[in-house]
């Protein structure tokens, strides 16, 4: 059974940084893609940042130049660093993995920007 478990964010200052974790079980982690999306108050799920198994990434424009998805297939691990965060960054942020057999999600985190 594939569980993701998100840890991280909370409530940071604008212009602070905060780094999310997520940590994988139940797959073989370096064969996937990994991604993080967030989702705001009466707004779609939308992608943040995305990681192929063989390290490309991919970003929304919105946080380009801030935020840095990476991974450590050795603790089956995907992490979002993200800086310079802003108030529109308030979310809750999910990370994804997708696999032949579909598409995973863990339970969301909270992230909070205060101005």
């Known amino acids: 059974q594939v569980q993701l478990v998100e840890s991280g964010g909370g409530l940071v200052q604008a212009g602070g940084s905060t780094r999310l974790s997520c940590v994988a079980s139940?797959?073989?982690?370096?064969?996937?893609?990994m991604g993080w999306y967030r989702q705001a108050p009466g707004k779609q799920r939308e992608l943040v940042a995305g990681?192929?198994?063989?390290?490309?990434?991919n970003y929304a424009d919105s946080v380009k130049g801030r935020f840095t998805i990476s991974r450590n297939n050795a603790k089956f691990t995907v992490y979002l660093q993200m800086n310079s965060l802003k108030p529109e960054d308030t979310a809750i942020y999910y990370c994804?993995?997708?696999?032949?057999?579909?598409?995973?999600w863990g339970q969301g985190t909270q992230v909070t920007v205060s101005s």
């Open positions: 994804n993995l997708k696999s032949r057999s579909g598409d995973y």
């Open positions: 990681m192929h198994s063989g390290g490309s990434t």
């Open positions: 139940g797959v073989m982690f370096s064969d996937n893609a």
